[in-house]
């Protein structure tokens, strides 16, 4: 039986339609006059520190924290902004799921496992109204390496649940093979949507436990049980 439901967020849970990357790169370029490279990132399933962290490396500079604080302030502000005109939202089968998840008879808690910032993904959640259904999760202040991010996340869930949490009672949902791969990674089982910029055929393949075009294609109790 799962006890805790860990979601990705873009791609996941709700589609910005760009605003996570205009503001990525207006910060980049209102901060230190950088304004080519973006070419080299994909930014699907990655964490923003390591997205960061890489984009300064394309430029030859080594971040330090004062860097990194001063990408992310200015990020944050551009990520608001970007989202007031943003036409995208809470992705199909995403709130149909989370009443389903209530209505089992040993309801799961929800949580994060993402790439974005604590800051970034409150932000983005609010923004769609979709924020408050989540009790716990990790983020990439805590690490930049997704795996990590996974292994926090857990914890975090044993600090709520209890010790005797079990890998297998986690449930990892996510849009990519990075979001699979850190499921994988602590021992829970995964749930990879077709609803972020990866075939449904990749994620079958991908050892994913359950892989479909969206989450209306398959119901809570079916995962959870």
Known sequence: MVKLVLFDIDGTLIRTHGAGVKAFMRAFACEFGLEDGFDQLTFAGRTDTSLVRQFFRIHHIEPGPEEMERFFSRYVFLL???????????????????????????????????????????????????????????????????????????????HILGNNLKPQEVLVIGDTLHDVRCGKAIGAKTLALATGGAKIEALAQSGADWAVNNLLEIHAATVCS
């Open 80 to 158: 608001d902004y970007y989202l007031q005109s943003s036409t995208g939202g809470v992705i199909p089968g995403v709130w149909e799921w989370l009443h389903q998840l209530q209505n089992l008879p040993h309801p799961p808690i929800t949580g994060l496992l993402t790439g974005n910032i604590r800051l970034g993904a409150e932000i983005k959640l609010r923004h769609f109204g979709i924020w408050e259904p989540f009790v716990t999760g990790a983020f990439a202040d805590d690490h930049e390496d997704r795996n990590k991010i996974a292994r926090i996340a857990f914890q975090r869930g044993r």
